[in-house]
């Protein structure tokens, strides 16, 4: 509502200015204007929910790096303890062969 007034407004303080006596020129010139300020309008909020979505899905994204950092890790910790065990237990069974 707003906008149309504003839009409106503006229309009425160029309107002397260019000069148009024909008052479906300046109808017309006022629908085609309100009409684009729609258009962007809409377009301006299809873009700005664009945004926002694409920031919760990249803070959703980051929380589920940083699960998948903190899992990797854990096996990474899992893998050496295991590799250590392995290696004890080859040092053993060499050990057991010597004697």
Same mark, same amino acid.
């Given at each position: ?7 409106? #407004? &503006?229309? #009425?303080?160029? $309107?002397?200015?260019?000069? $148009? ?16 300020? /729609?258009?962007?309008?809409? /377009?301006?909020?299809? !873009? ?8 919760? &899905?990249?803070?959703? %994204?980051?929380?589920?790096?940083? !699960?998948?950092?903190?899992?990797? /890790? &854990?096996?990474?910790?899992?893998? #050496?303890?295991? %590799? /250590? %065990?392995? !290696?004890?237990?080859?040092?053993? #069974?060499?050990? $057991?062969?010597?004697?």
């Amino acid at each position: 509502m707003r906008i149309k007034f504003i839009v409106a #407004l &503006l229309v #009425l303080v160029f $309107a002397p200015i260019a000069n $148009a006596k024909d008052v479906s020129v300046q109808q017309a010139a006022y629908n085609n204007a309100l009409q684009k300020l /729609e258009k962007t309008e809409a /377009e301006s909020k299809a !873009d700005a929910q664009a945004v926002a979505d694409t920031e919760k &899905l990249i803070e959703k %994204k980051k929380k589920q790096l940083a !699960d998948e950092q903190k899992k990797a /890790e &854990l096996s990474w910790k899992n893998y #050496l303890d295991a %590799k /250590e %065990k392995v !290696d004890q237990t080859q040092t053993a #069974l060499d050990k $057991a062969w010597k004697e």
